[in-house]
């Protein structure tokens, strides 16, 4: 049954002719563009929170070495290199400091929530109106930051910003997958991930020219408002169409596709007649939940694994993001370098997952996380330039790490369960977004601490690599029988 299911033509690329062809191809390019502003809005907190040197302004404690200790009228702030961070903007110096970690673990919090209910909310109603109105809420949002005028406010703000940039994560992807064949569905995945780093990249160019946090922050949220024009042409998934019978709808949208891959159109109805009898009767007979994936105690032992290393890639990346900005030089140059290595980082895990399998090449991104911080919290000694190339190896181990997590738990669960398995570790990685800032906010008291840490999880990610099994070339795990006993049977790799 595995086989046949494997032949089996997926009726949508079947109409459109193409695993990737020039309808699908544009479509795809298009909705990467509401990929960048997925590091702006998470990156950004690098600049806008960046330590200042803070005296007392005025009072008691004017000559105290410890500004947090003396009796201040107010602050005076260092703006060598910033004019004006949310820092300076609301006292966000010792015992406010906390509000500093608040502020962006509520970012994160919110791209966890919008990843949820949006996605949930695209079942229902479409991907694209929820696409479409998550783009919408990210420009209002974000240029509602700029403009605050409150600390409760801008905090309100971001949080919705981060909502919004979880919905667009989550619908933009949806449509991807749902639109691509099988055999170009891995690359896609990968290459999504690509305007992110680009994003995380220019922030530095921003941040340069607009040392004003405001109009940092307006600079890439309004560029938000070219997203409308996904209203007038990003489509709705087919796929979604039809299992919900929309069929008039589907049949207008698959007959402009298929003349655009130069595919005949004269038996569309019917094909998508047939096609709503195909993906309904999957739909039918593909039961399952969440709670399966912890009946079993193997499948329970895969799923922990995978949930734990994605917990721990958005833990070092982000938090080792942000942890950039302590460390000495030029920060500008700091981030920039480090993020432009995100890029060959995520391009270097299409040949790597390829050739070496998904396994090993986890292993190998996680330990050259957990090798660099290490050396990078253990030895003081290193200078300046030495420590940055280390904080800047630790991020490219885990650019790696970032695709292949996406790429290796869609063919680690079984396809009964695996929206739900995929989209549990997509939430169990949040809280480790979540706790990066506070992790990273304890360099106060000790400037290793935070890189130790982050390097001691990397190293029991790369261990906990080999309680999953290699997922390169072999069927994928149709039910939850086969999800618990993949990885303990021998099965010959689909290109054998």
Request: charged share 15%; proline share 5%; glycine share 8%.
């Amino acid at each position: 049954m595995q086989k046949e299911e494997k032949k089996r033509v997926d009726p949508i690329i079947a109409i459109l002719g193409s695993d990737l062809g020039p309808w699908q191809l544009c479509v795809c390019l298009w909705i990467f563009l509401s990929k960048f502003p997925t590091g702006w809005v998470q990156i950004s907190m690098v600049f806008m929170q960046t330590p200042v040197k803070a005296t007392c302004k005025g009072g008691s404690g004017t000559n105290a070495t410890d500004v947090c200790e003396a009796h201040c009228d107010g602050y005076e702030y260092d703006r060598s290199i910033f004019k004006q961070n949310i820092i300076m903007e609301w006292d966000l110096i010792c015992d406010r400091q906390w509000i500093e970690q608040l502020s962006q673990s509520l970012v994160m919090v919110g791209i966890m929530l919008g990843n949820m209910i949006m996605g949930v909310l695209a079942d229902k109603w479409g991907r694209r109106p929820m696409f479409v109105g998550s783009c919408v809420l990210q420009l209002v949002s974000g240029c509602l930051v700029s403009a605050s005028p409150w600390l409760w406010f801008y905090m309100l703000m971001r949080f919705l910003d981060g909502y919004a940039t979880g919905g667009t994560m989550t619908t933009g992807f949806t449509i991807i997958m749902e639109i691509v064949g099988p055999s170009k569905r891995e690359i896609m995945a990968i290459l999504y991930q690509i305007p992110f780093n680009v994003g995380h990249a220019t922030l530095p160019l921003f941040a340069y020219f607009l040392r004003e946090w405001r109009w940092f922050h307006l600079s890439f949220s309004s560029f938000s408002i070219v997203y409308l024009l996904f209203f007038f042409t990003v489509p709705e998934s087919p796929r979604w169409l039809i299992i919900t019978g929309r069929n008039e709808r589907a049949a207008e949208l698959l007959e402009k596709a298929a003349k655009r891959n130069k595919m005949p159109t004269d038996k569309i109805t019917q094909d998508i007649e047939e096609a709503q009898r195909v993906l309904t009767a999957s739909a039918t007979t593909a039961k399952g939940n969440i709670g399966d994936l912890f009946k079993h105690a193997y499948l329970c032992q895969k799923t922990l694994a995978m949930a734990f290393n994605w917990l721990v890639v958005c833990f070092v990346y982000y938090g080792l993001s942000q942890f950039m900005t302590s460390l000495s030089g030029n920060i500008f140059l700091n981030i920039a370098a480090s993020a432009l290595l995100g890029i060959p980082g995520t391009c270097l895990c299409v040949p790597a997952t390829k050739y070496m399998g998904r396994r090993i090449t986890l292993f190998l991104s996680n330990l050259l996380s957990g090798l660099s911080l290490t050396l990078l919290a253990f030895v003081p000694s290193f200078s300046g330039p030495v420590k940055v190339i280390l904080a800047s190896i630790g991020l490219f181990g885990a650019a790696i790490t970032f695709p292949n997590v996406y790429l290796y738990a869609g063919e680690l669960f079984p396809t009964v369960v695996r929206p739900s398995g995929v989209g549990l570790c997509s939430f169990v990685g949040r809280f480790g977004s979540i706790v990066a800032p506070w992790v990273e906010g304890l360099k106060k008291y000790y400037i290793s601490i935070p890189p130790m840490v982050f390097g001691i999880f990397a190293f029991l990610a790369a261990a906990s690599v080999f309680l999953m099994p290699e997922t390169k070339g072999y069927p994928l795990p149709e039910t939850i029988e086969d999800g618990n006993t993949f990885g303990k049977n021998v099965r010959k790799p689909q290109n054998q």
